[in-house]
Nanobody, 125 residues
Framework: VQLVESGGGSVQTGGSARLSCTTSGYTGGRHCMAWFRQAPGKEREGVAS?????????DYADSVKGRFTISKANGENTLSLQMNSLKPEDSGMYYCAAGFLHPGYDWLNMDEYNSWGQGTQVTVS
């Protein structure tokens, strides 16, 4: 699976941004996709995830609940992350990740994902 992120940039505090991750090369089976981010000097952390299948199920880090929304239209090959009310602490490199869904899936565990994008920078000031 190939993943390509886009949509990053510089945003003012309180503003909004929308990240996209275009996917290709999927095979059959249920998948999980997620956004992670990494600020300079900090560990990569999970932001949000979504599990395909009906209905789609999503998870969010406490720090972004109510402000960020992860989405993927059924049958579409683009994962999105709508980010509102942005804060300086939201700054970092944002990565799209994909993996195969299985029992016991832990969305915060980076080892769950076998495909990663190259990242897109988000700077909030």
């Amino acid at each position: 699976v190939q993943l390509v992120e886009s949509g990053g940039g510089s945003v003012q505090t309180g503003g909004s941004a929308r990240l996209s991750c275009t996917t290709s090369g999927y095979t059959g089976g249920r998948h999980c996709m997620a956004w992670f981010r990494q600020a300079p000097g900090k560990e990569r952390e999970g932001v949000a995830s979504i599990r395909t299948g009906y209905p789609y199920t999503s998870d969010y880090a406490d720090s972004v609940k109510g402000r960020f929304t992860i989405s993927k239209a059924n049958g579409e090959n683009t994962l999105s992350l709508q980010m509102n009310s942005l804060k300086p602490e939201d700054s970092g490199m944002y990565y799209c990740a994909a993996g195969f869904l299985h029992p016991g899936y832990d969305w915060l565990n980076m080892d769950e994902y076998n495909s990663w994008g190259q990242g897109t920078q988000v700077t909030v000031s």
